[in-house]
């Protein structure tokens, strides 16, 4: 019943997630990102304190990975600060370790925007890296905090 619930769930956020544009930050053993938040359809977005944001990652593999890391950074006053995942591993939220080059991938990361968060505007760099710590996909975007 949990799992069909979250799937539903999952569901309902691609419907309601919007592709945005976004900077190529380093990208590189990947090919045709496309990158959707919950409740974003112009830039910059608005993340709402208490509320939950859901990444939707999709894109193709153009070599072979044995594992994926998420990563997600506030870009303040040009200071990358790190911002905490409760699940870093890609391999564990969803995505078939290892893979295989051209395959496609789609992964959903949701997060919270904690009430401490001071309210600011801000570039988001979310990537995800491979077993070397190499980018594979890298996404910058501005957002401002509410």
Same mark, same amino acid.
């Given at each position: 019943?949990?799992?069909?619930?979250?799937?539903?769930?999952?569901?309902?956020?691609?419907?309601?997630?919007?592709?945005?544009?976004?900077?190529?930050?380093?990208?590189?053993?990947?090919?045709?990102?496309?990158?959707?938040?919950?409740?974003?359809?112009?830039?910059? *977005?608005?993340?709402h304190? @208490?509320?939950? #944001?859901?990444?939707? +990652?999709?894109?193709?593999?153009?070599? /072979?990975?044995? &594992?994926?890391?998420?990563?997600?950074?506030?870009?303040?006053?040009?200071?990358?600060?790190?911002?905490?995942?409760?699940?870093?591993?890609?391999?564990?939220?969803?995505?078939? *370790?290892?893979?295989p080059? @051209?395959?496609? #991938?789609?992964?959903? +990361?949701?997060?919270?925007?904690?009430? /401490?968060?001071? &309210?600011?505007?801000?570039?988001?760099?979310?990537?995800?890296?491979?077993?070397?710590?190499?980018?594979?996909?890298?996404?910058?975007f501005?957002?401002?905090?509410?």
């Open positions: 019943m949990i799992l069909k619930l979250g799937g539903i769930l999952f569901l309902i956020s691609l419907a309601i997630a919007d592709p945005i544009p976004f900077k190529d930050c380093g990208s590189s053993g990947t090919t045709d990102a496309v990158l959707d938040l919950t409740n974003c359809s112009t830039l910059p *977005c608005i993340f304190k @208490n509320e939950n #944001v859901t990444l939707n +990652l999709k894109f193709t593999t153009t070599r /072979e990975f044995k &594992s994926l890391t998420n990563l997600v950074y506030g870009i303040i006053a040009g200071v990358k600060v790190p911002f905490p995942l409760p699940q870093s591993d890609a391999c564990k939220n969803g995505v078939q *370790c290892p893979l080059s @051209n395959t496609a #991938v789609q992964e959903a +990361l949701s997060l919270v925007v904690l009430p /401490e968060y001071p &309210s600011i505007s801000l570039f988001v760099q979310f990537q995800v890296n491979d077993e070397n710590n190499e980018p594979i996909v890298c996404t910058l501005p957002a401002k905090i509410q």
